[in-house]
């Protein structure tokens, strides 16, 4: 009797797993052992489970080093970019955010082409439907695009190139979280963890506006999910926590998480958008005092995922 060879795990290409969503999903796989995991990054990452194929270039986008990557591989999630970076201006910025949003992600799609990948996850943002929902129903997958900086525009012009492209050859699936928060997050969300564990005073306790948030534990549970799905094949989703929180409200959770008592001041939105002009920051406050909503059902229904873990349950760690 011929012993037939027990048949490999798939093999999973993340790009950008040296960034703050990317490093998280290639621990979860690595840990979950379903899946073969190989990296994408211009840098050793020492701290990798041994288990992980690191493949390290100087280039890593460039179509040479990608089809020496990606040989083997049955679903890319790509995960690396150009961040968004707040009131970002000047000549030149779009141009840059499209070198690398648009022109690299092009690249590493015809190289997954080349090698017979079966799908590939790209991890857009939820900023190419938009900046706000104030006025008008939550944002919802089928939406007609509306980015309104650089950074959104960027992410829409590479899911409708990557679309193109890929389309009846690759499964693409696009991915366009909220704000996504959880331990070693940077931005404006650990700016406002710092001020709370130093005790500073937040002018947040008038706020009443709505926002959808997903957790970094969250959004990785939700990659996951779309590696192997069938009907997230050729399908937009945006994931959340599935549970909106005032910036008041999500002061409280943080502060709960944290086990410290917040200091929140009752100004007036009113005064928060006086301030916000006085001082050239009228973008940042729109984005403090404004409602931005997602709709989860889209998600239930066609691939019936709801958030795993609770909002900041793992604030602090993982």
């Not at 290409?13 to 040296?18: E, S």
């Not at 083997?72 to 970076?85: K, M, S, Y």
């Not at 997958?141 to 990557?162: F, I, N, R």
């Not at 729109?286 to 995922?305: F, K, M, N, Q, S």
Request: include cysteine; charged fraction near 20%; glycine fraction near 8%.
């Amino acid at each position: 009797m011929v012993e037939r060879k027990a048949e490999a795990a798939p093999l999973v290409l993340v790009t950008g797993a040296g960034g703050f969503v990317g490093s998280f999903l290639v621990n979860r796989l690595a840990d979950a052992g379903a899946y073969r995991v190989r990296t994408l990054s211009r840098q050793l990452n020492t701290t990798m489970p041994a288990t992980v194929q690191q493949r390290v270039y100087e280039a890593p986008f460039d179509p040479a080093n990608l089809e020496a990557s990606i040989d083997g591989v049955d679903t890319v999630v790509h995960c690396a970019g150009r961040a968004h970076v707040m009131d970002e201006s000047g000549e030149g910025t779009l141009a840059a955010y499209q070198k690398v949003n648009v022109e690299y992600s092009l690249n590493l799609a015809k190289a997954a082409l080349k090698a017979g990948v079966r799908r590939f996850v790209y991890l857009s943002s939820i900023k190419v439907n938009g900046e706000s929902t104030d006025g008008r129903a939550p944002f919802h997958p089928l939406d007609a695009a509306q980015p309104e900086d650089v950074y959104g525009e960027s992410k829409w012009e590479a899911e409708q190139a990557l679309g193109k492209l890929l389309e009846g050859r690759c499964e693409l699936v696009v991915v366009r979280p909220p704000l996504v928060y959880g331990a070693g997050v940077k931005g404006n969300f650990a700016r406002l963890e710092a001020a709370l564990m130093s005790r500073k005073p937040l002018p947040v306790g008038c706020l009443k506006n709505v926002r959808s948030l997903v957790s970094l534990p969250n959004l990785v549970d939700f990659l996951q999910c779309c590696l192997s799905h069938p009907n997230a094949a050729g399908k937009v989703f945006i994931p959340s926590d599935q549970h909106d929180l005032s910036v008041r409200d999500m002061v409280c959770e943080m502060a709960l998480a944290k086990g410290v008592k917040p200091i929140m001041l009752p100004v007036p939105v009113w005064c928060l958008k006086a301030l916000g002009v006085v001082f050239g920051r009228q973008a940042a406050v729109a984005r403090l005092c404004g409602t931005l909503r997602v709709d989860h059902t889209h998600t239930r229904e066609w691939l019936g995922w709801s958030a795993p873990y609770k909002p900041f349950a793992k604030l602090s760690g993982r």
